[in-house]
């Protein structure tokens, strides 16, 4: 029986574990944050038991994946990046809307983001770049120039239509030029240019952007009002540069703002949000009775983890963010007994994209950044976000399962960096 047991699950049993763990916390939160979509539905079940079949199609894949050799991984990297070029710019010539943001394409009534794919791909890519110009004193000079090329590419194609996504993949590839060994010299150079276009770009978003604020009622246009209107059509090829604008306001804003008279109407994610932390009283309401599930708009997906902390208090919120953490530094063991730079900077990739994006979240329920998009993975509802992150687990136990622990060499090397045996 602990044969067949073993024949399934194989792998590192602790990223199983650590698997199982969301996905469980994932269905019970999802069937207690969707009491909107059961409502308009009317079905009660029905959102969770969608959620739960998503899973499991995850699920599948992940075994598939699991079960692949890592060589044909980097088989599987030029078709996903053109795969992924492709898509990209499907979606930014005639991708579907959704809350102003045209991330969507649809393919035999199947939705799902191009971003998700080209994420991962961009990872494999990055990873085989680094491998491959290893040397005994680490990456070679024109490792971080390829580097750069690839993915930037890339996060330009993702950028204009979502930025937070963008904005984490570049710190993804960062942090794995610096697990791969790219000198600290360039990438200390690469970080101050960065910083600067960061804020060039900050500044052409506060100029171009404008706040997305309703006139009053019966207020007539002056001829300040017409010229912003007009300006406005300036920046319409940057139509996300009005919602950033927005958002980045809300958030630098520190005037506090008495309860009775913040607007809940207007900024519900946030209000709402702030709520349901607050009425946990440290020990939480218990699974499923959570009040701000029924006002909190999604609830279900991007603000999960603030009805995690109404329902489970102080404990159950950082148990989540622990299994994160577990999930990263295991991956580092993992990684560290592989022979080869290629596996090694491969999972470790895809778990700073899964952790990267999670604290992210995380952040972002909590206040401590501004209102994005991002979904918690593995635990937040969604559609193909959910399976391609189970293949990102698959990949890592696939990895996990032929890593042989040989002391001296590059990765061991590599990995000192940031793990310490």
Known sequence: MNKKTGNIFKGDKVIWMVFFFLCIISVVEVFSASSSLSYKGGNYWGPVIKHAGLLFVGWFFMMVVANVSCRFFKIATTPLLIISFL????????????????????????????????????????????????????????????????????????????????????????????????????????????????????????????????????????????????????????????????????????????????????????????????????????????????????????????????????AGSVGVAMLYVILLFRVGRIAHRCENNFPAFLIMGLAFLLVSQALFNMAVAVGLAPVTGQPLPLISKGGTSSIINCVYIGAILSVSRSAIKKEGTIVTKGMSRILAD
């Open 87 to 314: 898509m990209l710019a499907w979606v930014l010539v005639a991708g579907q809307a959704t809350n102003d943001a045209s991330r969507w394409v649809s393919i035999m009534g199947i939705a799902f983001q191009p971003s998700e794919i080209a994420k991962g791909s961009v990872v494999l890519a990055t990873a085989q770049i680094l491998s491959a110009m290893q040397t005994e004193t680490g990456a070679s000079p024109g490792a971080m120039k390829r580097v750069i090329l690839l993915s930037g590419f890339f996060i330009v194609l993702i950028l204009f239509e979502n930025f937070s996504t963008a904005f984490l993949l570049g710190v993804v590839v960062f942090l794995m030029m610096f697990v791969g060994r790219v000198p600290f010299k360039q990438l200390g150079k690469l970080l101050g240019v960065l910083t600067v276009m960061a804020l060039g770009f900050l500044a052409l978003i506060m100029v171009a952007g404008n706040d997305e604020q309703p006139l009053p009622d019966k207020q007539l246009l002056t001829e300040q009002t017409v010229e912003k209107k007009e300006t406005s059509k300036i920046s319409k090829i940057f139509h996300r540069f009005d919602t950033w604008k927005g958002r980045i306001h809300k958030f630098m804003n520190n005037e506090e703002v008495p309860p009775e008279k913040f607007d809940l109407d207007k900024d519900s994610q946030i209000g709402h949000s702030k709520i349901a932390i607050a009425s946990s009283n440290v020990i939480g309401k218990g699974p499923g009775n959570s009040v701000e599930r029924d006002f909190l708009p999604q609830a279900f997906s991007d603000f999960i983890y603030a009805i995690i902390i109404e329902e489970m208090g102080i």
